[in-house]
């Protein structure tokens, strides 16, 4: 069973930045989801359980960095130079069958979820 908890999410302007973290137990392949009002939830970012594969959605990519410190058994997302777009309930995920990356963006392939934090970037 894992067991994930976000929190960092928040009120910023736009051009700001926020960090989100996501407490986790064990060492799973991690995933960052979003989900804007009245649109589906989208794939943000992934990382390995050792760290060492990370992969981006083209909309946050160079904005946006994954990491985790699994000391603390957390994965980060930096968020920076954010815009009113990126406002969403952002959800990190664990998938524990992890049978190739190539589906890394895969929403159904995650088996656990967080119950999101709601991230608001003004204009």
């Known amino acids: 069973q894992v067991q994930l908890v976000e929190s960092g999410g928040g009120l910023v302007q736009g051009g700001g930045s926020l960090r989100l973290s996501c407490a986790a137990s064990?060492?799973?392949?991690m995933g960052w989801f979003r989900q804007a009002p009245g649109k589906e939830r989208e794939f943000v970012a992934a990382?390995?359980?050792?760290?060492?594969?990370?992969a981006y959605a083209d909309s946050v990519k160079g904005r946006f960095t994954i990491s985790r410190d699994n000391t603390k058994n957390t994965v980060y997302l930096q968020m920076n130079s954010l815009k009113p777009e990126d406002t969403a309930v952002y959800y990190c995920?664990?998938?524990?069958?992890?049978?190739?990356?190539?589906?890394?963006?895969?929403?159904?392939?995650?088996?656990?979820w967080g119950q999101g934090t709601q991230v608001t970037v003004s204009s």
């Open positions: 990382i390995s359980g050792s760290g060492g594969f990370k």
């Open positions: 995920a664990a998938r524990t069958v992890v049978l190739q990356y190539s589906d890394y963006a895969t929403e159904a392939k995650y088996n656990y």
């Open positions: 064990g060492r799973a392949f």
